[in-house]
């Protein structure tokens, strides 16, 4: 390679801001399960509100949704895939199962999760309020950057802080929807409606965390830096060493 072919230091930052974002993109989508998460959330609740819609029987529809939450967590446990959502989805479908088997009202089959997703918008909110955004303590580790970003990278605070206000408030208006369903609806609205806004407001969310994210500086991978330091250290101590011998 001529010295004209070698990289310059604008394209090796180019490069590195590229590998930066496609790591970051890697890491939004197993943070929040991807593409497989949305099913394992999604399709039990369609079964339910499918069975019930039809048959009326809510122990029915109750197995039949706890049954294929099983199904996909052993599909992801033949597969050797992360359990991690696959659990969330087998204990969230069981409370819902054993709820609303035990009180006789379909509707108590959603109350659980309508139950973590106000409690996880609360969440949202109130870490972006005190200035610890959960997708920063999320994507965080993931990314190796851990909670640099507070004090060393103002610019990926700001990208947290947007991305966890937006979902916060996203989820809070799930929530907004759904509970007045609850209350004065009947199960099978409930249910539908609830399925309707299962992808699309997840989608939307995870959209505007790219989108801020994308715009950000790249993440400082301290776990580099921390190596990078050991190594001179281990330099400087061997060259302290050799001037002992010396």
């Not at 496609?22 to 609740?45: I, Q």
């Not at 979902?167 to 799930?174: D, F, R, S, V, Y």
């Not at 776990?223 to 001037?243: D, F, G, P, S, V």
């Amino acid at each position: 390679m001529t010295r004209d072919d070698e990289p310059t230091a604008t394209e090796e930052d180019s490069a590195a801001a590229a590998q930066s974002r496609a790591a970051a993109d890697t890491a939004l989508l197993e943070a929040f399960g991807g593409v497989r998460g949305m099913v394992d959330t999604t399709v039990p609740g369609l079964v339910f509100v499918l069975f019930y819609t039809i048959k009326r029987d809510i122990h029915l529809a109750a197995l039949a949704s706890l049954g294929l939450t099983v199904l996909l967590a052993l599909a992801r446990l033949i597969r050797k895939e992360t359990l991690k959502h696959a659990f969330s989805g087998v204990f969230g479908v069981a409370f819902g199962a054993i709820f609303a088997m035990m009180s006789g009202d379909a509707k108590n089959f959603y109350l659980p999760g309508m139950l973590y997703t106000l409690g996880l918008a609360v969440a949202y909110v109130l870490s972006a309020i005190f200035r610890y955004p959960l997708i920063g303590v999320l994507l965080g580790p993931m990314l190796k950057e851990n909670l640099s970003w507070r004090t060393r990278n103002p610019g990926r605070f700001r990208a947290y802080t947007k991305s966890t206000w937006a979902w916060g408030l996203i989820l809070l208006a799930k929530s907004a929807i759904l509970f007045p369903l609850y209350w004065w609806g009947d199960a099978t609205q409930l249910g539908w409606v609830k399925v309707a806004l299962g992808i699309p407001p997840f989608l939307l969310a995870v959209y505007l965390t790219w989108i801020f994210l994308a715009k950000a500086p790249p993440p400082i991978d301290v776990i580099a830096e921390m190596e990078a330091e050991e190594k001179a250290e281990q330099e400087r101590e061997r060259a302290r060493e050799t001037l002992r011998d010396l």
